[in-house]
């Protein structure tokens, strides 16, 4: 029955109680790869639970119809690897020796999905949990808190619950991790306003350059109606890369192709001794990274950096050339979080910038809240580059930085802020053109359509008050009122002097 059934709620509080196993012998960024890929093998467990008793009961008293069906499921869970092996088990005294060998057995009964997932993490390390005693103690208690999880899929309130709650958790995560958290989280809110602008369509090729855990990936192919079309992404870190292998196949995007490697010194996503094409290539990259590969851009065997080579010590036109050169000529598009310097520096950055000005590539300038992402409080902005612009050189500029919901520790954008956006946006790209030099007022202190006129004015400086006016004129002063003010308060002075005489004489102090 349905109140029977096991909410996202319940699986997030306990999964986050379990944590607490963890807390005092490594920080988040390093549990959460424990924790997640633990419920990773909870789930696979308990999905194949729920297998076996569905073919059982459509193929009584014939156990070899059994298994043969079984080796036909997405995931084969071979015995050592299943959740309740292992949780039998959960006192002895090589539990993390058992727990690696459950991971490596699960990789190679499934070779095409999980090769390497579970290489960067071990149960089984001093380092991590400490002396042989006090790791034991510990995944004992992470197996029980896990056991208390019911993950079967006949059993949870809803087919995307378990993805949900694993996006949930990360966030969870990102919220502990601090700095190091922009590495593999962007936030929910962000994600969703950036997959609507891009506005994926049936038959796309998506792709995320930087891609983390996975989360903006899995936003923009939500965005499509339907099952067609096909995700891409890479990403540097080898357990982030495995922690976003384990989220496509939670939320059932089992052929996405995620890879591992540095995205501007070794592409993975090669086709035809070429860059790989998208329709829509999407990313929230390491905002300024250092150290990028400046030495090597120049020769680049894929020409990526023609315009220009970005700075050694500040990657992000480096992330937004690769971005562009790797969508479809003719009708690519491109949305990247950038921090607002891109926006305004000179030198090879200005270049640069001027150059895609002129090739008619940026289609919109979004500046955001401050204190929306993980690990920085800095205000960022989304650029969207239109492969499709066609004779239309206009650019549009939204300042959305003052419409959020505060938070304690972060702020977020709410529902009506992501709307405001999105409609502002659609609305700009249905218009007819301008036939004016001088760019237009949209609406007011929000946002404005610019011509190349007003670019090349402003030197090809894009930042965002260089176009939306938001100053706001102080009301003017009543002098009289202020004069009666500055009286009443002398008076006010006059009395409270003479009542502190008075109580000062009772005192016989003076």
Known sequence: ?????????????IV???????????????????????????????????????????????EEMVQRQLQRERFILPKESNFEFLYENRNENNIGELIDMALVALEDANRSKLAMVFRSISFNAETAFG???????????????????????SHLEGNDIIGDSYEYL????????????????????????????????????????????????????QEVEGKNY???????????????????????????????GDTLNNPRLIENDGLMKFDIVVANPPFSLDKWGADNAAADQYNRFYRGVPPK?????????????????????????VPHGVLFRGSSEGQIRKKLIDDNLLEAVIGLPANLFFGTGIPAAILIFNRAKGSNKEILFIDASREFESGKNQNRLRDIDIEHVVSVYKNFKAAQPLNTEKGMVIEDKYAYRATISDIQENDYNLNIPRYVDTFEEEA??????????????KQELVQVETQMENYLKELNLI
Not at 132 to 152: E, Y
């Open 1 to 13: 029955m349905a109140e029977n059934k096991i909410t996202q709620k319940e699986i997030n509080n």
């Open 16 to 62: 986050w109680k379990a944590c607490d196993s963890l807390r005092p012998v490594m920080g988040s960024g390093q549990y959460k790869d424990y924790v997640l890929t633990l419920l990773f093998v909870k789930y696979l467990s308990d999905v194949w639970k729920d297998k076996v008793v569905q073919y059982r009961e459509k193929y009584p008293n014939n």
């Open 230 to 260: 096909s995700l891409y992404g890479q990403e540097n870190n080898g357990s982030t890369w495995a922690l976003c292998r384990m989220n496509m196949f939670l939320h059932e995007q089992d052929s996405a192709t995620i890879e591992w």
């Open 313 to 337: 010590s500040k990657g992000d036109y480096a992330f937004i050339t690769h971005m562009i050169e790797t969508t479809y000529e003719d009708k690519g598009k491109v949305g990247v979080i």
């Open 170 to 221: 990360i966030s969870l995560f990102a919220g502990e991790a601090g700095k190091k958290a922009g590495e593999f989280y962007t936030p929910g809110e962000v994600s969703t306003l950036l997959a609507k602008l891009v506005d994926p369509q049936p038959g796309n090729r998506i792709c995320d350059p930087a891609c983390g855990s996975g989360s903006l990936l899995i936003k923009v192919a």
């Open 131 to 153: 002396p042989t005693k006090q790791r034991n103690q510990i995944l004992k208690n992470l197996l029980v808190d896990f056991a208390g999880l019911d993950l079967q899929p």
């Open 476 to 489: 003017p002063v009543d002098i009289k009122a202020t004069q009666e003010n500055i009286v009443a308060l």
